[in-house]
Each structure stands twice: as structure tokens, then as C-alpha cells.
């Protein structure tokens, strides 16, 4: 059983600033990619940022040069620095996880949080 706790969404006015963490708990061998996606009222849920075990990272257009993706491999944790926030940003933000639950497990299952909400208010 593996838990993807998140933290950090909230209410932040127009260019404002926010830093989610997402931390891995349970029965883990290995994280491959962990990554953060977002979805607004009435929309699909979309991808924001990507980042590799080895630190590789890719970002949605619409985020690139506003948020940052990090990872603590040694704390199986995932941050999202989210800068220069616009209203649009404004959606239920969840982190995802690949991981490999034992050594011998041939493969990786993905993994969500519950979801934390980040408001932007104009």
C-alpha cells in the first residue's frame, strides 16, 4: 500500500507565489517519475510538470518559466514551485507517482494524491 500525501495548495492573490509538496509513504523500492497535473472545474485533468528519478524535467507551455519541479529521492518527496501565479492557474492540483514496490515487482504502478486546491484570485 503506498499513500501520496499532498500539501501547500491554497488562496494566493494574482502573481503570488505557492510551493506544493507531494511526500511517498508505504511499501516502496523505487520512484520513477513523479509528477504534478492539475484540472479545473468543467476541464480535463492536464499535466503540468514532469521530473525523472535521475532529475529530468519537462514542463505544460502554459507553466514554463513560472514553476519549478523538484524531488528529494531520499525523502520520496516532489515540490512544485509555482511563481507569478495567474488566475488561470487556479485548479485541484494532484501528484502522481511511478513507482516500484519491491525489488522483484516487474514494473512500476501508478500512484495519486488526493488532490490539493490552489486558487488564484484576480
Known amino acids: 500500500q503506498v499513500h501520496l500525501v499532498e500539501s501547500g495548495g491554497g488562496l494566493v492573490e494574482t502573481g503570488g507565489s505557492l510551493r506544493l509538496s507531494c511526500a511517498a509513504s508505504?511499501?516502496?523500492?523505487?520512484?520513477?517519475?513523479m509528477g504534478w497535473y492539475r484540472q479545473a472545474q468543467g476541464n480535463k485533468r492536464e499535466l503540468v510538470s514532469v521530473?525523472?528519478?535521475?532529475?529530468?524535467?519537462n514542463y505544460a507551455d502554459s507553466v514554463k518559466g513560472r514553476f519549478t519541479i523538484s524531488r528529494d529521492n531520499a525523502k520520496n518527496t516532489v515540490y512544485l514551485q509555482m511563481n507569478s501565479l495567474k488566475a488561470e492557474d487556479t485548479a485541484t492540483y494532484y501528484c502522481?507517482?511511478?513507482?516500484?514496490?519491491?525489488?522483484?515487482?516487474?514494473?512500476?504502478?501508478?500512484?495519486w494524491g488526493q488532490g490539493t486546491q490552489v486558487t488564484v484570485s484576480s
Open positions: 502522481n507517482a511511478d513507482i516500484q514496490p519491491t525489488l522483484g515487482y516487474p514494473g512500476t504502478i501508478a500512484y
Open positions: 508505504g511499501i516502496i523500492f523505487e520512484i520513477n517519475a
Open positions: 521530473i525523472t528519478r535521475g532529475g529530468t524535467t
